[in-house]
């Protein structure tokens, strides 16, 4: 049954060598960047987590530039696109995608217990 | 009447079958033909993707009831109202000089990294969306798995080609996209009342839905107009609009062998109409259905 409910705030952070979503409830998910060679552009590229996610936590975008002084609508990098878990909080530890990520980029924290490859 | 139809409906049509709604020049006259306005309008496709894609957007509830209240909305219909909405658009679209194309939905691009033609974009040179547009499918199929040929219709697409759809394919990708089990949307991006685009889609890619149902911001996708009706006469419990309907909305019981379906779960997006062989399933329109008659 649906029901209309907010999820809770998720924390993003994101920096060179991962990308980390920190939902309130417990749950954290860690991409490491450095072996995840998610590429928009590479047809072959590997999007298995994105795919197999029964909730879809996982998104992707294009990296922005932290340079405030180029103007807003050149900051977008179209080529060079992460994956994020935007929607952490709806995690519910399958861990589906921590095994099929070929590179073992996946880490997640589901409360007590740790999820990793 | 559902917001919409109050606002920008009249009394015998609803919103989204008025054809002055496709109209650019109708709605906004003093911008129109002014190339300025119209290159504002024109975020491209990056850009659209960007967005829809960045987490403080699609996570942050204020900020997506700023935006709908300046005039992001969108509502499910059926299949038989959707095709009424291809004609309409493609009147409008004769009178109006623009194209209609076939576009990739960017929610699914940024929620599984696929491009999946399963929109079309109306009013083509005001469109915002659907800069990479198509009017054809590439090679034949809807979904750009391998990508072979994809560079030069990226190429293609830079130079400003634009390929019109024709009302025809539009009937035809309709019918595609309905046996795919993809509900429709009729939705505008940002201009309501201008109704921008069609969208098909399933509940795990759809940003509105999630918009709605995962962030609480109800405007962005409204119920449909019908709502639907099991006639368990003539109903043989084949299971097909159990396996259809995206919303949870129908169950059966095993013990009473009855097919339940709850109006107020019920979005109106007529796929099970569709699917039951027996014509078992009616669509009733929703004020008809007192429980379900203020849900939208």
């Known amino acids: 049954m649906y029901q209309s409910s907010k999820s809770e705030f998720v924390e993003i952070i994101l920096d060179d060598n991962s990308s980390k979503g920190i939902g309130h409830n417990g749950i954290e998910i860690t991409i490491d960047r450095n072996r995840c060679n998610y590429s928009q552009y590479d047809p072959t590229g590997c999007k298995k987590c994105l795919q197999i996610c029964p909730v879809g936590v996982f998104n992707t975008r294009p990296i922005e530039k932290r340079d405030f002084s180029i103007p807003p609508k050149d900051r977008v990098d179209p080529t060079q696109w992460i994956i994020l878990a935007t929607w952490t909080d709806w995690c519910n530890g399958c861990r589906a995608c921590v095994d099929t990520c070929p590179k073992g980029a996946i880490t997640i924290q589901f409360g007590d217990k740790r999820l990793a490859p | 009447m559902c917001q919409w139809c109050q606002e920008h409906g009249d009394r015998d049509h609803k919103w989204y079958e008025r054809v002055e709604n496709y109209m650019f020049t109708k709605i906004f006259p003093d911008e129109a033909g002014q190339e300025k306005a119209k290159n504002e309008m024109r975020a491209t496709f990056s850009q659209t993707e960007w967005r829809y894609s960045d987490p403080e957007f699609i996570r942050n509830e204020e900020f997506l009831r700023d935006r709908s209240s300046s005039g992001f909305g969108s509502q499910i219909i059926t299949r038989e109202e959707m095709l009424r909405v291809v004609r309409l658009a493609d009147e409008a679209a004769k009178r109006e000089d623009s194209i209609m194309v076939v576009g990739h939905c960017p929610c699914r691009l940024v929620l599984e990294g696929v491009r999946d033609y399963v929109c079309i974009g109306f009013g083509m040179p005001v469109t915002m969306s659907m800069e990479v547009g198509y009017g054809r499918l590439p090679r034949g199929g ?155």
Not at chain 2, 182 to 197: C, D, K, N, T, Y
Not at chain 2, 252 to 270: E, P, Q, R
Request: aromatic share 8%; hydrophobic share 35%; charged share 25%.
């Open chain 2, 142 to 296: 809807l979904t750009e798995h391998g990508g072979a040929d994809w560079a030069q219709l990226r190429k293609d697409l830079r130079k400003g080609v634009k390929v019109p759809l024709k009302l025809e394919e539009a009937e035809q990708l309709i019918d595609e996209w309905e046996q795919r089990g993809l509900w429709h949307i009729v939705m505008s991006r940002g201009r309501l009342p201008l109704i921008e685009a069609i969208c098909n889609c399933e509940r795990r890619y759809c940003t509105y839905w999630m918009n709605r149902f995962r962030s609480g911001v109800d405007e962005y996708v409204l119920k449909g107009h019908f709502v639907a009706r099991v006639d368990p006469t003539t109903c043989v419990r084949c299971g097909e609009c159990v396996a259809k309907c995206q919303f949870g909305a129908i169950h059966y019981s095993a013990t009473s062998d009855n097919v339940d379906i709850d109006a107020t779960l019920c979005m109106g997006c007529g796929l099970c109409h569709a699917a039951c062989p027996n014509d078992a399933i009616d669509m009733v329109p929703r004020e008809e259905i007192p429980i379900a008659r203020n849900l939208w």
